[in-house]
């Protein structure tokens, strides 16, 4: 069974500081995996997908598959960062499974 | 705009009395999904649909129905709500095969409240 774990439920950083937003699956296909954000208000929205790899707002993320691993970077976190991310993991179905979120807060 | 768009955005009801949240997209996407957010839990699946006609549970459906009559509308029924079911619920769409590529498109949210 497809499994995704966000261990950091609330995480603060300064701003200017760098942000981890750790995410660990377990997946017995070959993984798509994903970034939504959830900014206040506002509905889920695609942030980044490995696929890509891309960086979006300065964001990066990289698939490890040896540690079954796709952490969320950013070097220098903004105040318009906060928000909450949440990884999510593609099946074959094309059914997207989410972990259980992290609250970001960037303090001024 | 392309957009997914469910009704109503806020629903107070009571223990047992029926109730349809409406979810409708414009892009003619095949694939449709329900999704409740509870605090701690993240979002769970509860029903999907891979095209019209086809449906099929999610994590967790206990408590809910769904229909897809048409590929542009994809209705939440709960026959007899109960507490336990306050939540905030998302609808989501995409292309489906292209999930991976474009994403799923999510609805604004319906915060019930069961009483």
């Known amino acids: 069974a497809q499994r995704v774990t966000q261990p950091e439920k609330l995480l603060s950083v300064f701003k200017g500081a760098p942000v981890e937003l750790k995410c660990n699956y377990s997946?017995?296909?070959?993984?798509?995996l994903f970034w939504y954000v959830q900014y206040s208000r506002q509905r889920l929205q695609l942030l980044l997908r490995?696929?890509s790899r891309e960086s979006i707002k300065g964001f990066t993320a990289d698939l490890n598959k040896g540690e079954t691993s796709f952490h969320l970077k950013k070097p220098f976190a903004q105040e318009e960062d906060s928000a909450m991310y949440y990884c999510?993991?593609?099946?074959?179905?094309?059914?997207?499974?989410f972990g259980t979120g992290t609250r970001l807060t960037v303090i001024p | 705009e392309a957009q997914v768009t469910q009704n109503p955005r806020y629903l107070i009801t009571v223990t047992g009395k029926k109730l349809t949240v409406t979810c409708s997209q414009n892009?003619?996407?095949?694939?449709m999904s329900w999704y409740r957010q509870d605090p701690g839990l993240g979002l769970r699946q509860i029903y999907y649909?891979?095209?019209?006609?086809?449906?099929d549970k999610g994590d967790v459906p206990e408590g809910y129905k769904v229909s897809r009559k048409e590929k542009r509308n994809f209705p939440l029924i709960l026959e007899s709500p109960s507490p336990n079911q306050t939540s905030l619920y998302f609808c989501?769409?995409?292309?489906?095969?292209?999930?991976?590529?474009?994403?799923?498109?999510f609805g604004s949210g319906t915060r019930l409240t069961v009483v």
């Open positions: 999510a993991l593609l099946t074959g179905a094309n059914n997207l499974f």
């Open positions: 649909s891979m095209n019209v006609e086809v449906t």
């Open positions: 490995h696929i």
């Open positions: 892009m003619n996407h095949e694939y």
């Open positions: 989501a769409s995409s292309l489906s095969g292209s999930a991976g590529i474009a994403g799923y498109t």
């Open positions: 997946y017995s296909g070959s993984p798509e």
